[in-house]
C-alpha cells in the first residue's frame, strides 16, 4: 500500500512526465490493486472496532488509496483535454472515464463505512464524467478494467455507484455495505439508462443536478435527464428475500437462522429502497381540523 501511494504521488507531481507509457503502467497497476483493496476492506472490517486508532489507520488507508488514483487520473484528463488532436491520446479517454467512475464509486463506500454522504461537489464531479462519456458517445463501449471479468462500460460503472448510494437507507454496517459493493456488479447487469421514462413509476438522475437518483414524481422534468428502471433490481432483491425466507421456515432450528433472518431484514430494506412506487406509511388515523392555542 504504501509503494503504490508513494509512486502515484511521484507520478502526480507537477514536474513529473506525461507520458502515455506511464498512464498505462497505471492502468496495469490499477487493475493489480484489487486484492489490496478487498484485503484492507476485510481488515478494516474485522478490527476496526478494536480500538479507534485502528479504525482510522485503516479507514485513511483504503481513502488514501483511492485518492491517490484520483489525483493521478484527473491530471491525465486534463491532459487528454489539451490534447484533442492527439489520436492516440484520445484512445484511452475511455479507460480513463471508467476508471474514475470506478474509483468515485470505491471513494463513496469508504465514506458510507462512517456514515458519512457525498458533498455536491462529488456528485458533480460523477455527473461530468458520465456527462462527457455520452457526449462523445463512449458510455456502452465495452472496455476490459479487469482482467478476471467481463469487459464492462462506463454506463455500468456509473450505474453501479448510483445504486451504492440509492440502496443505503442510511443505517447499514459497515460489513453489510461491503457485502452489497461486492454483489452491486452483477445486481446492475441488466439496468440501462434511458432518454424516455419506462413506465410511470421510476427513477431519473439529472445529470446537471447534486443529488443521485430520484424517484419520480407528478410533475414534469426537465435539464439533463435520464431514466432508469430498476423493477429488474427490486425483482431480484425480493427474490432474494424469499429464498432466505424459505430457507429460515424449512429448518427454523438451524444454527444459520439468526444470520438468515438478519439477511432478511438488510433485503427488506434494499429491496424497498430500489422500489420505484413509493410506499409512504399509511397515517394511523384521519386528520380532523383543531383550534386553539399552541
Request: glycine share 4%; hydrophobic share 40%.
Amino acid at each position: 500500500h504504501a509503494e503504490v501511494v508513494a509512486e502515484l504521488g511521484r507520478a502526480s507531481d507537477r514536474s513529473a512526465e506525461r507520458t502515455l507509457s506511464r498512464l498505462e503502467a497505471v492502468f496495469c497497476l490499477d487493475a493489480r490493486t484489487k486484492a489490496l483493496r478487498r484485503n484492507l476492506t476485510t481488515q478494516y472490517i474485522d478490527h476496526a472496532n478494536r480500538s479507534s486508532k485502528i479504525e482510522n489507520q485503516l479507514w485513511q488507508a483504503m481513502f488514501d488509496l483511492t485518492q491517490s488514483f484520483l489525483v493521478f487520473y484527473g491530471i491525465y484528463a486534463r491532459e487528454i483535454g489539451e490534447r484533442a488532436q492527439s489520436g492516440k491520446w484520445q484512445a484511452h479517454l475511455p479507460e480513463l472515464l471508467a476508471r474514475q467512475i470506478s474509483h468515485l464509486g470505491h471513494d463513496a463506500k469508504v465514506r458510507l463505512f462512517r456514515y458519512e454522504s457525498w458533498i455536491p461537489a462529488k456528485w458533480i464531479e460523477l455527473h461530468n464524467l458520465f456527462a462527457t462519456a455520452c457526449s462523445q458517445q463512449l458510455e456502452r463501449r465495452p472496455l476490459k478494467l479487469d482482467p478476471e471479468h467481463e469487459p464492462t462500460t462506463i454506463e455500468h460503472q456509473y450505474l453501479v455507484v448510483l445504486a451504492l448510494h440509492l440502496l443505503n437507507p442510511g443505517n447499514l454496517t459497515a460489513r453489510q455495505l461491503a457485502g452489497i459493493a461486492s454483489e452491486l456488479d452483477d445486481w446492475c447487469a441488466e439496468l440501462r439508462l434511458t432518454l424516455e421514462t419506462p413506465s410511470v413509476a421510476c427513477f431519473y438522475v439529472d445529470l446537471a443536478s447534486r443529488t443521485g437518483l430520484r424517484r419520480r414524481g407528478a410533475l414534469p422534468l426537465e435539464g439533463r435527464v435520464l431514466f432508469l428502471d430498476t423493477r429488474p433490481l427490486h425483482a431480484l432483491l425480493q427474490e432474494q428475500h424469499a429464498m432466505l425466507e424459505q430457507k429460515v421456515q424449512q429448518d427454523p432450528m438451524s444454527d444459520k437462522t439468526g444470520r438468515r433472518s438478519e439477511q432478511l431484514g438488510l433485503y427488506a430494506k434494499l429491496a424497498a429502497q430500489a422500489d420505484p412506487e413509493s410506499r409512504p406509511f399509511p397515517r394511523r388515523g384521519e386528520r380532523t381540523p383543531a383550534s386553539g392555542d399552541q
